[in-house]
């Protein structure tokens, strides 16, 4: 199709020279083409039919029908399809629409666009062939190089065909992570909520020449993606065949469990496809003959309708013709002429139309296989006998025609039965063709129906067995096993098995024959050596054994449900105004042996049990388990002074198991009368570095070494560096000293702020870095370069004296604030009489008057509430704190972890209405 879209392109601009290099160039291709179908004009996409609900709709065993349209996504745009017209898009539509058509194919990449415009055309279309109720199947990238790439994957187009560029082995073992997978990425994530996908396809008749296997490990990946951003809609392969990628069924489609659709593409009468349709229905999958079409300008109609029955017959479920493009368009640079259904390069548009209809939409009886009864004997039969053929049950249908195949010589009769002399050995095929008629109206009859049956024919000197081949394993679990073979001839199937190579046991015997074979072991024993061989036998009784071949069933899995122990000697001491210490000795994952996985920490101001454990407030930051019988501790923040608290602890393993509520530990907060209020927030953490890797960032940093620091708080966004732990999402919350934060988007860059507190939940500055991953790539970004606290500072660069000093900067404003208070110098006016708040406060307002106004008011409430009493306007982390304990003194919330700590919400206006309406 890239040959004959360039003819096209030089019809329609008249350049002379350039139409006969084209031509001996289309020449050439066609020739190309004729011993190498999949390359056939794949620069379309290709359209299902499937039934509706109508009411003279067919049978739920009817095969859908389908055809191709052009890169209906790209009509219009004047970039890959320059002569295309956005109005053809709803002409193709409609002309489907009146065949019932359902389901459209399109190579939505462009090398010529971004992803964004790619996913936004195919939005595009989508919400229009919606309005027609026909959905897609989107396939992402061309094997072949015709332009159908994603921007920026050119370079991987290193293989050729008579000159064709092809995807070479570098996309499909690493190259796709480049460019493809973003490309898949933001094609599904922006259109996987349109109702009308019908499936995604990772490419076009992709293969590895060099490497089966590296072409698994691609559909794996991609596939495992795709169904990672959306589980609803279905997968389809996109692919000739399996023998196209060198692999049988057997050893391809098991390893892509991902995968839904089985497709075929097929031409002219070739049946390369069948094993692949075999072992889709074998499998629960669904066969589509995904590309079908036949060559010439005259009437086809019939060599289809014999190509639809046999692929119906086989157990495909929808075929697709290739090359559509809707009656009375001029051509657009997209056409087909070779295999084509359209009324510039064909003649049989309408024969074609009305066949294809005929299977989605029949007001005539459809084609009831069951009413005719076929039979050929002897069968096989020997060169020189005779052959007899017997059609039966033929009541309410009309004669159409018989058709034997060269292995016979018949002559004269029809209908009922028939005697044939053989003539060649051989496996040959007889078509019986009727016509079906509706209930006690011959007069009004289906279109021309047919079944056929094979036949075999044998040479006297046939002593030859058949040839074993491509013995492979799969679905290997503990008890059962797949064994997949193909022979070259048609012949029988069966397992010989056991501990050893002297077997002892044997699969039940396929009778059937046929040249790729699959049968299943049961019953078997876990973690076990197995030997067996594979034995066909053909039609003239010579039978062939293989080697021997051994493989291992699985470990049996034994299911873990022994919880950890519980916790028995939980303390709480070294209580403060508002934290304590908890410590306790670490259980294990079994009762007291191993690793635990995870701890939960819960406290309340009642006595907790199991009961009313979901109420109880949960703690964060836990620190993951030690190995069993090791000191735990963890510090509790936030909460009330001069309280009672009750405090417990569960203990979980990988599964997870829960252990029985630990033993109730007790302690009672400090009064604020007999402790030191503390104002001053830790030092920032330093040396914070970000390593930056495939979909994940390692970052490291250094704890501040105040004695009261708690914990830090590690806050992640997109757009910019958060400015406080509110603001971005907390990924890591602890006192450890690195976090690896994993499943990141390559190609985005994440800024991260590192926050310390103490037991006051007085937070520090946030120390800041970003980092930028990438596949395959490793970077390190820091940012700000901290300063060491350790070194002297003589021995300090400027990027590290630059950042003590601004530490010491928040330290003398700190200071500053006191002596303002000390000295009563006035810091703000009074509040407005019969001032009301209304509006909600919260963190990152700026140069705001009623954060003024409740600045004042904090102020007003003493120095445990706001000892800074700063009035800016600005409503930062001091803020915050002041009005956490605000909210924490008039028990409107419970700790600095409760929901709604630190917003000006309803509950906290009311109260500060109420203290200015005094």
Same mark, same amino acid.
């Given at each position: 199709?890239?040959?004959?879209?360039?003819?096209?392109?030089?019809?329609?601009?008249?350049?002379?020279?350039?139409?006969?290099?084209?031509?001996?160039?289309?020449?050439? /291709?066609?020739?190309?083409?004729?011993?190498?179908?999949?390359?056939?004009?794949r620069?379309?996409?290709?359209?299902?039919?499937?039934?509706?609900?109508?009411?003279?709709?067919?049978?739920?065993?009817?095969?859908?029908?389908?055809?191709?349209v052009?890169g209906?996504t790209?009509?219009?745009?004047?970039?890959?399809?320059?002569?295309?017209?956005?109005?053809?898009?709803?002409?193709?539509?409609s002309?489907?629409?009146?065949?019932?058509?359902?389901?459209?194919?399109?190579?939505?990449?462009?090398?010529?666009?971004?992803?964004?415009? /790619?996913? &936004?055309?195919?939005?595009?279309?989508?919400?229009?062939?919606?309005?027609?109720?026909?959905?897609?199947?989107?396939?992402?990238?061309?094997?072949y190089?015709?332009?159908?790439?994603?921007?920026g994957?050119?370079?991987?187009?290193?293989?050729?065909?008579?000159?064709?560029?092809?995807?070479?082995?570098?996309?499909?073992?690493?190259?796709?992570?480049d460019?493809?997978?973003?490309?898949?990425?933001?094609v599904?994530?922006?259109?996987?909520?349109?109702?009308?996908?019908?499936?995604?396809?990772?490419?076009?008749?992709l293969?590895?020449?060099?490497?089966?296997?590296?072409?698994?490990?691609?559909?794996?990946?991609?596939? &495992?993606?795709?169904?990672?951003i959306?589980?609803?809609?279905?997968?389809?392969?996109?692919?000739?065949?399996?023998?196209?990628?060198?692999?049988?069924?057997?050893?391809?489609?098991?390893?892509?469990?991902?995968?839904?659709?089985?497709?075929v593409?097929?031409?002219n009468?070739?049946?390369?496809?069948?094993?692949?349709?075999?072992?889709?229905?074998?499998?629960?999958?669904?066969?589509?003959?995904?590309e079908?079409?036949?060559?010439?300008?005259?009437?086809?109609?019939?060599?289809?309708?014999?190509?639809?029955?046999?692929?119906? /017959?086989?157990?495909?479920?929808?075929?697709?013709?290739?090359?559509?493009?809707?009656?009375?368009?001029?051509?657009?640079?997209?056409?087909?002429?070779?295999?084509?259904?359209?009324?510039?390069?064909?003649?049989?548009?309408?024969?074609?139309?009305t066949?294809?209809?005929?299977?989605?939409?029949?007001?005539?009886?459809? +084609?009831?296989?069951?009413?005719?009864?076929m039979?050929?004997?002897?069968?096989?039969?020997?060169?020189?006998?005779?052959?007899?053929?017997?059609?039966?049950?033929?009541?309410?249908?009309?004669?159409f025609?018989?058709n034997?195949?060269?292995?016979?010589?018949?002559?004269?009769?029809?209908?009922?039965s028939?005697? +044939?002399?053989?003539?060649?050995?051989?496996?040959?095929?007889?078509?019986?063709?009727?016509?079906?008629?509706?209930?006690?109206? +011959?007069?009004?009859?289906?279109?021309?129906?047919?079944?056929?049956?094979?036949?075999t024919?044998?040479?006297?000197?046939?002593?030859?067995?058949?040839?074993?081949?491509?013995?492979?394993?799969?679905?290997?679990?503990?008890?059962?096993?797949?064994?997949?073979?193909?022979?070259?001839?048609?012949?029988?199937?069966?397992?010989?098995?056991?501990?050893?190579?002297?077997?002892?046991?044997?699969?039940?015997?396929?009778?059937?024959?046929?040249?790729?074979?699959?049968?299943?072991?049961?019953?078997?024993?876990?973690?076990?050596i197995?030997?067996?061989?594979?034995?066909?036998?053909?039609?003239s009784?010579?039978?062939?054994?293989?080697?021997?071949?051994?493989?291992?069933?699985?470990?049996?899995?034994?299911?873990?449900?022994?919880?950890?122990?519980?916790?028995?000697?939980?303390?709480?001491?070294?209580?403060?105004?508002?934290?304590?210490?908890?410590?306790?000795?670490?259980?294990?994952?079994?009762?007291?042996?191993?690793?635990?996985?995870?701890?939960?920490t819960?406290?309340?101001?009642?006595?907790?049990?199991?009961?009313?454990?979901?109420?109880?407030?949960?703690?964060?930051?836990?620190?993951?388990?030690k190995?069993?019988?090791?000191?735990?501790?963890?510090?509790?923040?936030?909460?009330?002074?001069?309280?009672?608290?009750?405090?417990?602890?569960?203990?979980?393993?990988?599964?997870?198991?829960?252990? /029985?509520?630990?033993?109730?530990?007790?302690?009672?907060?400090?009064?604020?009368?007999?402790?030191?209020?503390?104002?001053?927030?830790?030092?920032?953490?330093?040396?914070?570095?970000a390593?930056?890797?495939?979909?994940?960032?390692?970052?490291?940093?250094?704890?501040?070494?105040?004695?009261?620091?708690?914990?830090?708080?590690?806050?992640?966004?997109?757009?910019?560096?958060?400015?406080?732990?509110?603001?971005?999402?907390?990924?890591?919350?602890?006192?450890?000293?690195?976090?690896?934060?994993?499943?990141?988007?390559?190609?985005?860059?994440?800024?991260?702020?590192?926050?310390?507190?103490?037991?006051?939940?007085?937070?520090?500055?946030?120390?800041?870095?970003?980092?930028?991953?990438?596949?395959?790539?490793?970077?390190?970004?820091?940012?700000?370069?901290p300063?060491?606290?350790?070194?002297?500072?003589?021995?300090?660069?400027?990027?590290?004296?630059?950042?003590?000093?601004?530490?010491?900067?928040?330290?003398?404003?700190?200071?500053?604030?006191?002596?303002?208070?000390?000295?009563?110098?006035?810091?703000?006016?009074d509040?407005?009489?019969?001032?009301?708040?209304?509006?909600?406060?919260?963190?990152?307002?700026?140069?705001?008057?009623?954060?003024?106004?409740?600045q004042?008011?904090?102020?007003?409430?003493?120095?445990?509430?706001?000892?800074?009493?700063?009035?800016?306007?600005?409503?930062?982390?001091?803020?915050?704190?002041?009005?956490?304990?605000?909210q924490?003194?008039?028990?409107?919330?419970l700790s600095?972890?409760?929901?709604?700590?630190?917003?000006?919400?309803?509950?906290?206006?009311?109260?500060?209405?109420?203290?200015?309406?005094?």
């Amino acid at each position: 199709m890239y040959y004959k879209n360039t003819l096209d392109h030089a019809n329609k601009t008249g350049i002379i020279p350039v139409l006969l290099l084209i031509s001996v160039i289309s020449a050439v /291709a066609f020739l190309a083409v004729s011993s190498f179908t999949p390359f056939k004009d794949r620069l379309f996409s290709l359209l299902f039919f499937k039934s509706f609900s109508y009411a003279q709709q067919t049978s739920s065993s009817q095969p859908e029908i389908g055809f191709n349209v052009t890169g209906i996504t790209h009509y219009g745009y004047n970039d890959i399809l320059p002569y295309s017209q956005s109005a053809s898009v709803e002409a193709d539509l409609s002309e489907i629409q009146k065949m019932n058509g359902a389901i459209v194919r399109v190579f939505v990449a462009n090398n010529k666009i971004s992803d964004t415009e /790619a996913a &936004n055309r195919l939005d595009v279309f989508l919400t229009k062939a919606a309005v027609y109720n026909i959905s897609a199947i989107i396939s992402f990238i061309d094997f072949y190089g015709s332009g159908f790439n994603p921007q920026g994957t050119d370079q991987y187009y290193t293989g050729s065909y008579n000159g064709i560029p092809l995807l070479g082995h570098t996309f499909f073992d690493t190259g796709y992570k480049d460019r493809y997978l973003s490309f898949v990425k933001t094609v599904v994530s922006a259109n996987k909520n349109h109702s009308n996908v019908y499936a995604w396809e990772p490419g076009n008749e992709l293969k590895d020449d060099s490497s089966p296997q590296t072409f698994i490990n691609f559909m794996k990946d991609v596939t &495992n993606t795709i169904k990672s951003i959306d589980s609803v809609h279905k997968i389809a392969t996109g692919m000739l065949n399996s023998a196209h990628t060198a692999l049988t069924p057997g050893q391809l489609y098991p390893s892509l469990n991902n995968i839904d659709i089985i497709t075929v593409h097929t031409y002219n009468g070739d049946h390369g496809g069948l094993a692949d349709v075999i072992w889709a229905i074998a499998n629960g999958k669904k066969a589509v003959i995904e590309e079908i079409g036949y060559s010439g300008t005259g009437d086809r109609s019939g060599a289809m309708k014999s190509e639809l029955d046999f692929w119906k /017959a086989q157990g495909a479920t929808a075929f697709l013709q290739w090359g559509f493009l809707a009656q009375g368009l001029a051509d657009n640079g997209n056409g087909d002429r070779d295999s084509g259904m359209d009324t510039i390069w064909h003649t049989d548009y309408n024969t074609l139309f009305t066949l294809f209809k005929s299977y989605t939409f029949n007001a005539a009886p459809s +084609c009831d296989q069951s009413q005719v009864q076929m039979s050929i004997s002897p069968n096989p039969a020997d060169v020189g006998s005779s052959v007899t053929f017997n059609v039966s049950g033929n009541q309410g249908s009309t004669y159409f025609s018989d058709n034997w195949s060269g292995g016979v010589d018949c002559s004269g009769g029809f209908w009922g039965s028939k005697t +044939c002399n053989t003539v060649a050995s051989g496996n040959f095929t007889w078509t019986h063709s009727w016509k079906n008629c509706a209930p006690n109206d +011959c007069s009004v009859t289906s279109a021309q129906c047919s079944r056929s049956d094979s036949f075999t024919t044998l040479s006297p000197s046939d002593i030859q067995p058949p040839t074993i081949s491509s013995v492979f394993m799969s679905n290997i679990t503990t008890n059962s096993a797949t064994v997949t073979w193909t022979t070259d001839e048609l012949a029988t199937s069966k397992i010989e098995y056991g501990f050893t190579a002297n077997y002892g046991n044997q699969t039940t015997e396929d009778v059937n024959i046929m040249t790729s074979h699959s049968q299943n072991l049961t019953n078997l024993s876990a973690s076990t050596i197995y030997n067996f061989r594979v034995v066909s036998g053909d039609q003239s009784q010579n039978q062939a054994i293989s080697i021997n071949y051994s493989f291992t069933t699985q470990a049996e899995v034994v299911s873990d449900t022994t919880a950890p122990a519980k916790i028995s000697n939980l303390t709480a001491s070294d209580q403060t105004e508002t934290s304590a210490n908890l410590s306790w000795t670490a259980t294990g994952d079994d009762n007291i042996q191993g690793t635990a996985s995870k701890y939960d920490t819960r406290y309340s101001t009642a006595l907790i049990t199991d009961a009313n454990w979901n109420q109880a407030a949960q703690v964060s930051g836990l620190p993951l388990p030690k190995i069993a019988s090791s000191s735990e501790s963890y510090i509790v923040v936030g909460l009330f002074s001069s309280t009672l608290y009750y405090f417990a602890i569960k203990v979980a393993d990988e599964v997870p198991n829960w252990s /029985a509520l630990s033993n109730i530990a007790i302690a009672t907060t400090l009064s604020p009368q007999t402790s030191v209020i503390d104002t001053i927030a830790p030092g920032f953490v330093t040396n914070l570095l970000a390593k930056a890797g495939d979909s994940q960032i390692a970052l490291s940093w250094t704890n501040p070494t105040d004695s009261d620091f708690v914990r830090t708080v590690v806050v992640r966004k997109e757009n910019a560096a958060p400015t406080s732990p509110l603001d971005g999402r907390i990924v890591f919350e602890g006192n450890q000293t690195s976090f690896v934060d994993n499943n990141l988007n390559n190609g985005t860059t994440y800024y991260y702020s590192v926050f310390a507190y103490d037991r006051v939940l007085n937070y520090s500055e946030g120390a800041t870095v970003n980092a930028l991953p990438k596949a395959d790539i490793v970077s390190i970004v820091q940012t700000p370069p901290p300063a060491s606290t350790q070194k002297p500072i003589k021995d300090m660069t400027v990027d590290e004296l630059l950042a003590k000093i601004a530490e010491l900067l928040v330290k003398a404003n700190q200071l500053k604030t006191e002596l303002a208070k000390m000295t009563s110098q006035p810091l703000v006016p009074d509040i407005p009489t019969a001032y009301t708040f209304i509006k909600p406060l919260y963190l990152g307002l700026k140069n705001n008057q009623d954060v003024r106004y409740l600045q004042t008011l904090l102020k007003s409430q003493g120095a445990d509430i706001y000892p800074q009493g700063l009035i800016t306007g600005n409503y930062g982390l001091l803020t915050r704190q002041a009005v956490i304990k605000f909210q924490i003194k008039y028990k409107i919330v419970l700790s600095a972890l409760s929901p709604g700590a630190g917003l000006v919400g309803p509950k906290t206006r009311m109260k500060i209405n109420e203290i200015l309406s005094r």
